[in-house]
């Protein structure tokens, strides 16, 4: 049974940091970060494979960076320069899978979210 713990939101000034993390239970190889701003639709953020390959929405090029820590089954997602457009619930979602992909109904198991706003 995987189980996905999210923690690290907050509120933030524009332009300021935060890192999100999120620890998963059980096996899984695709790992990745969403987010769904009120009235929007969920939309993939960032996601990893334990091989290494990584995807990033245009949207948080260069801004944001995933990654992982096998040892202690933890993923990260750093935000750097960030936005109020960034203002967000932000989702761990994992699966396995040869490749990731980065849309909602490819995902298995879902955390229960974490609140980012940027103002």
């Known amino acids: 049974h995987v189980q996905l713990v999210e923690s690290g939101g907050g509120l933030v000034q524009p332009g300021g940091s935060l890192r999100l993390s999120c620890v998963v239970s059980?096996?899984?190889?695709?790992m990745g970060w969403f987010r769904q701003a009120p009235g929007k639709e969920r939309e993939g953020v960032a996601t990893?494979?334990?091989?290494?390959?990584?995807y990033y929405a245009d949207s948080v090029k260069g801004r944001f960076t995933i990654a992982q820590d096998n040892a202690e089954n933890t993923v990260y997602l750093q935000m750097n320069s960030l936005k109020p457009d960034d203002t967000a619930m932000y989702y761990c979602?994992?699966?396995?899978?040869?490749?990731?992909?980065?849309?909602?109904?490819?995902?298995?198991?879902w955390g229960q979210g974490t609140q980012v706003t940027v103002s």
């Open positions: 059980g096996f899984v190889n695709c």
């Open positions: 979602a994992a699966k396995m899978g040869q490749r990731c992909g980065a849309y909602r109904e490819q995902y298995n198991y």
């Open positions: 990893i494979h334990t091989g290494g390959s990584t």
